[in-house]
Every structure is written in structure tokens, then in C-alpha cells.
């Protein structure tokens, strides 16, 4: 089981960590919602449950909890810019389908 990162995503996680002066790593989830039935969740974590499973890549800490990790086991978390749009972006293998607005998706 694993979570990466890409060089981008792993560089914009430790500036926010950095600029936010606090922080452990990133935590990523996934939660009920949207059409196409879960949404990824991004938030930064100041402190690991011990139910939380972590993985590390590129110096930072990728905690996930191991409900949302059946999801996003395999996942590759990049971070990219395509003129004024900027953010972050899962690449899971296990996603089938997704909503036509990208909010949400389905395995």
C-alpha cells in the first residue's frame, strides 16, 4: 500500500507547511458527496491519530485514515498549473468515473 507524491505537489505541500509555521504533513480522505457518489479531502494535519496509517514521500508526511485508504491505495498526488488554474490533482488508479464538474468520483 502507498501514497506518493509528485516533485510539484511535494514542493507546494512543504511551502504550505512552511508558510503556515505549524503542521505535521498533508492528510488525504475521502468523504460521502457529489453526483458521482465520494470527493477527495485535503487538510493539514498538526497531529497523527493512531488509527491513521502514514506514508512519507519526498520528506513529507501523507497521513490517511485506513477507511479512505481502501480508495486511495495506489494514488499519486500531483500539483499542477494550466494557466490561471492551479491545484492539486489525484491520480487513482482505482477511480472508474467521475463527475462531469470534477468534484466527484466513483471506484
Known amino acids: 500500500m502507498a501514497i506518493t507524491l509528485t516533485q510539484p505537489a511535494a514542493e507546494r505541500v512543504k511551502s504550505f507547511l512552511a508558510n503556515r509555521g505549524?503542521?505535521?504533513?498533508l492528510r488525504l480522505g475521502v468523504k460521502t458527496m457529489g453526483c458521482s457518489g465520494m470527493s477527495y479531502v485535503l487538510e493539514f494535519v498538526?497531529?497523527?491519530n493512531p488509527e491513521d496509517e502514514v506514508f512519507e514521500d519526498s520528506d513529507v508526511k501523507?497521513?490517511?485514515d485506513k477507511k479512505s485508504l481502501v480508495y486511495l491505495d495506489g494514488t499519486e498526488l500531483d500539483y499542477t498549473r494550466d494557466?490561471?488554474?492551479e491545484g492539486f490533482q489525484f491520480n487513482n488508479p482505482k477511480e472508474k468515473?467521475?463527475?462531469g464538474c470534477g468534484e466527484s468520483f466513483t471506484v
Open 46 to 48: 498538526d497531529e497523527i
Open 83 to 85: 494557466g490561471l488554474n
Open 22 to 25: 505549524k503542521g505535521v504533513g
Open 62 to 64: 501523507i497521513i490517511v
Open 97 to 99: 468515473a467521475a463527475c
